[in-house]
């Protein structure tokens, strides 16, 4: 399914879960809510500026400021 055929199916009653390393894909799905994971667990939640901040400063930078 491609990045417009998700888009196409969002709505206020259904979900998506989409696990990824890729900041290609979030530029053509448009994540609500964006959580980072470290060591098997959630270290830091945001919206889509997190995923650009994720892409900018690495894990390392999002860690150190979690």
Known sequence: MSGGGVNRLRSPTRSFL??????????YIKPDVVHVMAEGR??????????????????EGILANA
């Open 18 to 27: 989409i696990i990824t390393h890729y900041q290609r894909l979030l530029d």
């Open 42 to 59: 959630i270290v830091k939640s945001g919206g889509p500026e997190l995923a650009h901040q994720l892409e900018a400063e690495g894990y």
